[in-house]
Structures are given as structure tokens and as C-alpha cells.
């Protein structure tokens, strides 16, 4: 009764999560209307950083930074680096250029490149059931980066989708360094924003305006600090902490950029094409593909 009971939370949470990570890419659309990347990614961390060291408070975490040693410090100020600093700003600058529709999906397809990149770096065997969920995902990128708006119309957004597709190189790179790391995922966040917000401050020195100048900018500032970054993320967490089986939660975020796209036409006010749903569908069916494990995996 308990595991069901542990389960049906597990469940709550990642809808909460999943519903709110579909709102953001409206809000990344929405705020970047009213200041630069540079501004929103230095507004949003600041709100993250505050968020994250509450709920570190609440939680009893803020007890670990006690423990904290050079060693710790050091590689937080390189992940920072990586995310959110550089992540973000290049994501920021995809949605600049893509339709929300475009950007959201061919950010999502790191899963895929993480099993390219850990070929090389973690020495591991593709399999054939690995080259077919690529080969599939890589499709419905094609399909979405070839529709109307993107490439094939318009010849300037093949820098949007470049770069909305180095976000995943990059978001997969971070997962490989940070998959031994045994701090408190909470602690090691928040220690990762706060140099990626020391490193945004610092070049405010040179990038003016650094921080969002107006209200409207601010809104959106703080939405994506919270419910991009912080509370979201804790909520996912939530749901891995209570879920019986990771994959019994980890498919349900795929659903995400399907509601992203109601958002998009709603708010955004873009049309929806045909080839975004067909798409994403390719992609996300190569992902699945791609977690679905061996029958006697699971049994063993």
C-alpha cells in the first residue's frame, strides 16, 4: 500500500514538473521580446540562486556546505561554466532566432547525443537498437528544422537551429562529468549558479545592460528562476525520490513539448505546423526507443 501510495505522489510531482517546464519556452519567448540573452540568463540566475538556497534552508541542506571542501568548490566553478552559464546563453540565443515550436524540440534531443558522446569518453558499445532510435531522432530533427520558418524559408535560422542543437552537445556533457558526483543535487545546483552568477555580475563590467531594465523583463526573470531552474527542478527530483522505477516517471517529460506546443499557438500566437508534430513524434519515438530496455534486463 505504502509503494502505491509512494508511487501516486511520484506521479503528482512530475505532472506539476512536466506542465511547468512546458510554459517556459513561451517564457523564454516572452521575456527576450523585453532584454538580451545576457540579461535574461543574469536576472533568472539571480532569482534561481535565491530560490535554490531557500529551499536548501527549509530542507536542512544548508548544513552541507559545512562539508564543502576546495575540491567541491573547484568543480562547481567549472560546471557553473558549463551549466547554466554558457547552456543558457546559447539556448537564450536559439530562441532569439527559432520559433518557440522549433527551438524546444531540437533542444531536447540530448539523450541521443549523450549516447554518441559515451562512446568515446566512457568506452561504450553501440548496440543496433542505439543506431535505429538515432536514426529516427535524427529524422524528425530534420523534419522540424526543414519546415516552414526554419531553413528551408528562411536561411538565416540555420544559425538558430545550429545552435539550438549544441545546447543538447552541451547539456550531455554535463550529465557524463557530473554522473559520479555524489554531493546533494540541491547543494551541488545551487553551488552551480552561484559562480555562474559571480561569472554573469563580473562581465556586467562589460556587457551593459546586465541585469533587466523594465518590469516586464523582470516578470519574465524571475518565472524562468523559478520554475525553469529552481522549484522545477526540485519537483523532479521529488518524483525521483518517490517513484518505484525511474522509467516509470522519466517518459512522462516527453509530453512536455506536446502542451509547449498549445502554449506556443495560444500565447505566442504561432501557427502550429504539421511538420512540428510530426517531428517531434520522430524524436521523441527515437528516445524512447533508445531507454527502452532489453527483455532480459528486466528480468534479471
Known amino acids: 500500500m505504502k509503494e502505491s501510495s509512494n508511487q501516486g505522489k511520484a506521479f503528482l510531482f512530475t505532472i506539476a514538473a512536466v506542465l511547468l517546464w512546458s510554459t517556459v519556452p513561451t517564457a523564454f519567448k516572452l521575456g527576450l ?7 535574461l540568463l543574469t536576472g533568472s540566475s539571480l532569482v534561481s540562486l535565491v530560490i535554490l538556497l531557500l529551499i536548501m534552508m527549509l530542507s536542512g541542506r544548508v548544513r552541507i556546505l559545512k562539508s564543502l571542501t576546495i575540491r567541491d568548490l573547484g568543480f562547481s566553478a567549472i560546471m557553473g561554466i558549463l551549466n547554466p552559464l554558457i547552456y543558457y546563453l546559447i539556448l537564450f540565443k536559439a530562441y532569439e532566432i527559432l520559433p518557440a515550436q522549433v527551438a524546444q524540440p531540437l533542444n531536447m534531443i540530448w539523450p541521443i547525443v549523450l549516447v554518441l558522446i559515451s562512446i568515446p569518453i566512457l568506452k561504450q558499445k553501440i548496440r543496433l537498437k542505439n543506431i535505429a532510435a538515432m536514426l529516427i531522432s535524427f529524422s524528425g530533427v530534420a523534419v522540424i528544422s526543414w519546415q516552414a520558418g526554419t531553413a528551408r524559408h528562411n536561411p538565416g535560422n540555420t544559425a538558430g537551429i545550429i545552435l539550438a542543437l549544441s545546447t543538447s552537445v552541451i547539456w550531455a556533457s554535463y550529465w557524463i562529468f557530473n554522473v559520479k558526483d555524489q554531493k546533494d543535487k540541491v547543494v551541488r545546483l545551487f553551488l552551480n549558479f552561484l559562480f555562474a552568477s559571480l561569472y554573469l555580475l563580473l562581465g556586467g563590467l562589460v556587457e551593459k545592460p546586465f541585469l533587466p531594465d523594465s518590469p516586464e523583463a523582470w516578470y519574465a526573470a524571475v518565472y524562468i528562476g523559478l520554475f525553469e531552474m529552481g522549484i522545477t527542478f526540485v519537483l523532479w527530483l521529488k518524483a525521483l525520490e518517490y517513484s ?7 517518459n512522462l517529460i516527453y509530453i512536455a513539448p506536446f502542451i509547449n506546443l498549445v502554449f506556443v499557438n495560444l500565447i505566442l500566437k504561432e501557427d502550429i505546423f504539421y511538420t512540428t508534430v510530426f517531428g517531434i513524434l520522430l524524436l521523441v519515438s527515437g528516445i524512447l526507443l533508445q531507454n527502452v530496455k532489453r ?6
Open 33 to 39: 521580446r523585453h532584454q538580451s540573452n545576457y540579461q
Open 295 to 300: 527483455a532480459h534486463a528486466k528480468t534479471a
Open 244 to 250: 518505484t522505477s525511474t522509467d516509470r516517471v522519466s
